[in-house]
Structure formats: structure tokens, C-alpha cells
């Protein structure tokens, strides 16, 4: 398995490397506003709307909380998750970055 590096240094990772959230180190910080408007758009005012053929206030809130999830969490991808790919206790500048270049496949 590999993770870019800089572009195009690829760096091996060994060992095992599913997924552990515990190697996301910032996450209840990068994650708190996402968090929030998943909760509320899917849960909470759902929750408090009245079961009518028209959408009342509350599912309208719904709707607009889920957008905002959907914003956030692509702000958030963008800028990149704090996870520490490698273990060594810290985010380096690499390891939340979502790879820079694009592999192009084309017939000959």
C-alpha cells in the first residue's frame, strides 16, 4: 500500500492500515460543525416536525441543517483530515492533504 508524498514520491506505509479513529487527532475540532448540522438535519428537528402532508418549519430546518452538513464536510475534505497515517503521534503537512495530481487514462 502507498500514500503520496509531495506529489510524486510515493512513501510504503507498512503494518496494518485500516481505518482507526483514533489516529484522527483533531476530530472533535475539524469535525464539531459537521457533527452538529448531521444531527440536527437528520435527527432533531425531524424529530420535533408534526407528520402533515406540507412541510412545516421543522422540516425546512431539516433540510437547510443537511445542507450545511454538506458544505462543511467539503470545506473540511478540502483543507484535509488530521490522520496519522504513519503513528508517530503527530500530523505531519502530508498526511491530510488529498493527493495533488491526477492520473489520466487514455486509449492509444
Not at 500500500?1 to 496494518?16: A, Q, S, T, W
Not at 484522527?24 to 457533527?35: D, E, P, V
Not at 497515517?85 to 487514462?105: L, M
Amino acid at each position: 500500500m502507498g500514500r503520496e508524498r509531495f506529489g510524486k514520491d510515493i512513501e510504503l506505509l507498512e503494518g496494518n492500515l485500516d481505518f482507526d479513529p483514533e489516529l484522527m487527532l483533531n476530530a472533535g475540532t475539524q469535525l464539531r460543525k459537521a457533527s452538529s448540522f448531521r444531527a440536527l438535519g437528520q435527527y432533531i428537528c425531524p424529530k420535533l416536525s408534526k407528520a402533515t402532508r406540507n412541510a412545516d418549519s421543522w422540516e425546512k430546518r431539516a433540510d437547510e441543517f443537511n445542507e450545511k452538513f454538506e458544505e462543511e464536510i467539503e470545506r473540511v475534505l478540502k483543507i484535509g483530515i488530521d490522520y496519522d497515517w504513519d503513528r508517530s503521534g503527530q500530523v505531519d503537512d502530508d498526511e491530510n492533504k488529498i493527493p495533488t495530481t491526477t492520473f489520466f487514462v487514455g486509449r492509444a
